[in-house]
């Protein structure tokens, strides 16, 4: 693993999605989860939203970081509320 530079803020968002999918695999096997249609176009599963979810963290880090010069934590907060509308309403 020394391929990568592993900071404090990197190895946090690892574990936080290592921890997120164990506890989303814990919940799929003891209440599986119904798809269901939201404001998508599609019927989507309690995984189908935290990965579309992940993606929109990711792009809205991506579109600041190459946007501005400012510091990342405006965006964890986006990003934050991303996350949490995709899995409720999505």
Known sequence: MA???WTTPTALLFAAVLGTLTLLTVAELRF???PRRGW???KTTRGD???LGLLATAFTHFTWVGATNLPAWP???ISALLLITIGRYA
């Open 49 to 51: 939203r935290f990965f």
């Open 75 to 77: 965006a964890l907060a």
């Open 32 to 34: 599986p989860s119904i």
């Open 3 to 5: 391929w990568m530079y």
């Open 40 to 42: 998508l176009p599609m």
